[in-house]
């Protein structure tokens, strides 16, 4: 069983940053990868980033891709998704997700333990 809670979620004017956090429980962290997800109201989820168990592939939609980073700290069972230069259009609720393949994938269906969500509201 794997749990997770993300946090750092908020609202941020366009044009800037924040950095989402995501804590995970389980003593094999390191074995699984993992990924961001966001919904925004009334569209599906859709893939933002993930990365491999041993933080050395990572890879990102296209709509993020330059703009985003996603790391993860394997001795403190962490992952961080840090978002520069912010637009409208990112606003939605941010989803972690754990794969237990070490590779990671942008199919939500691929990951088998989801955190419960932290809103981030993007102002124009």
């Known amino acids: 069983q794997v749990q997770l809670v993300e946090s750092g979620g908020g609202l941020v004017q366009a044009g800037g940053s924040l950095r989402l956090s995501c804590a995970a429980s389980g003593r094999t962290f390191r074995s699984y990868a993992m990924g961001w997800f966001r919904q925004a109201p009334g569209k599906e989820r859709e893939f933002v980033a993930a990365?491999?168990?041993?933080?050395?592939?990572?890879y990102y939609a296209d709509s993020v891709k330059g703009r985003f980073t996603i790391s993860r700290d394997n001795a403190k069972n962490m992952v961080y998704l840090q978002m520069n230069s912010l637009k409208p259009d990112d606003t939605a609720v941010y989803y972690c997700?754990?794969?237990?393949?070490?590779?990671?994938?942008?199919?939500?269906?691929?990951?088998?333990?989801w955190g419960q969500g932290t809103q981030v509201t993007v102002s124009s």
């Open positions: 997700a754990a794969d237990l393949g070490a590779v990671g994938s942008s199919v939500p269906s691929t990951y088998e333990y």
């Open positions: 990365i491999s168990g041993s933080a050395g592939v990572s």
